[in-house]
């Protein structure tokens, strides 16, 4: 792979300290770096260490302030191609040329919890994508809900101070299901569409390379000719989009809180390189109030079958960093770092949240030159009058640093909308300062609804679970009752069983009127492969290697990646003398980490051995993961009382066995099942 703009631009950062000699800072070669300098062997330290001085203070001031929200990501670098021209649409030059691969940066993250939190937590993700273009860096900061909690940006203090731990005893970690947070909902009910998305599925994604990305607020793609259309942008995932189920999310956070940002950087190590197609939906100008819905309202989406998605280029993620710290961390995303053909809208949440990002980065990035490190640079050359300040790595030279002068031509000069300087939108503006909402933003359930309306019935049952779940760790029954009250306004289907499952009553009766729904925001119709899919092997020595080799290659021709689990590692041999290395044992694995299980068995192996396979089974089974088995296993299952359930293969023709799993594994989930 060639090197792209941004890539050969931070290469001149790179360090390699392999074969180097041990220097200070200042590039002094070190003599010795475990002992430090004393007064006799057994004296005190003394002042004149200056090495030790140095490497102490250096890691005196490791940490920087993790971010307020989203402190928990991971990221990767990639490209961006568009399909086609987007110039009847917009200017933006990334989006004109298919030749043309923008370098991007895209950084993952979940929103509650603090640095070091789990990955597989019930919450909103961040997907927040940073294109280093010609005309200068844009980012599409967003999320993988479409819509927000809040209308204005006012609240989102509010908000937070709500869903973060509460502050007397700095509990939950990265969990909403604590009574501030509900408190909130139920006394800002405009947050009620959001958080139908956030019981739902779409909050406990299976990967990150399993999620949509939603720009959220609607913008402005402006053409030469100065003609405007209200955009509202999506990430599309070649891999559709997939979720965990709730019970699974849980023990993934134990056995291994690292899942998601392992899953990402795992697939592009191995070459599966994430991909995502972008998609926009377009209104006109003129159309601005055609919709039953504010287009400046985040609370709201805009529903496929009405406004089409059109998909017009694909981001694909290539590279992981070389520096977690220098580059995930210290990037820095603004929605306000636009390029000439993308501009804003005046919704509320949108205008305040760009004052916020620069602001943030002041205090995390440690001053006002944070756009000279590395990660954030752009790729094009920039040039003004900005001088000092912490960090500054710029030398720049000369006398003149004003606007307008004449010692320097009355240069860095302002460039002409021709020469590609950037014009804002001239929208015709006319208004009372008022702190006020617009009327048009008061309808807050409609959307929830069609959202219910558009649920596939186990995607319904998940909703109603996450409510149970999350209410019944609340406290105050009068939070509880507050927001079964208001989610009366949604679906008296929905609050019936959450009502009886935390000891609630029904108040309201008549839920909505609302019978649309707009079947692009159920799961269920998403894009279904095996690909990439992690199939755990259940095997002991004594198997029949040839049978075991056939389906193995099988899965693997369609995508699928196997992973082997035994009893403990080294080699695992055949009845036929084939041999297989072990990747993992039950100790050091478990049925979560896995989106289905193969279970061979062996000979040889011990009752314990098959104890744990049951085990595994059980779990895998119940959280309607496809589970398939040959020659021991097929036993096992039986034991098990699950062999004619759906998702359950077991065939001793091991041809017909693989066609058959690999199908399972392609459905992702097999719904339909008695728990045993
Ligand atoms: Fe953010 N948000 N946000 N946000 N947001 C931040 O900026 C803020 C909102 C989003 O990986 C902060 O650099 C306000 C919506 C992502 O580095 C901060 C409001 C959406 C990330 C901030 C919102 C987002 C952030 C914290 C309400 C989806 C992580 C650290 C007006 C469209 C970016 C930082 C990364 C991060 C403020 C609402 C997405 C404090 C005031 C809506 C993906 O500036």
Redesign the pocket.
Known sequence: MGKNRKDEQLEQYRVDDTGKHLTTNQGLKVAEDEFSLKAGQRGPTLMEDFHFREKMTHFDHERIPE????AR?FAAHGEFEVYESMKEFTKAKFLQDPLVKTPVFV?F?TVAGSKGSADAVRDAR???TKFYTEEGNYDL???NIPV?FIQD?IK?PDLIHAVKPEPHNEMPQAASAHDTFWDFVANNQESAHMVMWAMSDRAIPRSYRMMEGF???TFRFVNEQGQAHFVKFHWKPVLGTHSMVWDEAQKVNGKDPDFHRRDLYEAIENGDYPEYELGVQLIKEEDEFSFDFDVLD?TKLWPEEDVPVKIVGKMTLNRNVDNVFAESEQ???HPGHVVPGIDFSNDP?LQ??LF??TD??LI?LGGPNFHELPINRPVCPFHNNQRDGYGRHTINRGQVSYHKNSLAQNTPSPASEAEGGYTHYQEKMEGHKVRARSESFKDHFSQAAMFWNSMSAPEKEHIKKAFSFELGKVQSKSVQQQVIDMFSNVSIELVKDVAEAIGADIRKQGGSTVTKSSPALSQENTMKTAKTRKVGVILGDGFNGKDVTLVLDQLKDSGAQVELISDRLGKRVGLDEVEFDVDHTFLTSDSVLFDSLYVVGGKDVSNQFKQQAIYFTKEAFSHYKPVGATHDGMKWFEELGIIDQTGVVTNEDVNNFAGEFTHAIIAHRHWDRQLV
């Not at 971010?67 to 989203?70: D, E």
């Open positions: 971010r307020i929200v989203h990501g950084r993250s961040g997907f927040a900061v967003g999320n927000f940006a989102f720009g959220v607020h985040p990037v820095a995303f949440l305040g949240r916020s990002y943030t980065q995390r």
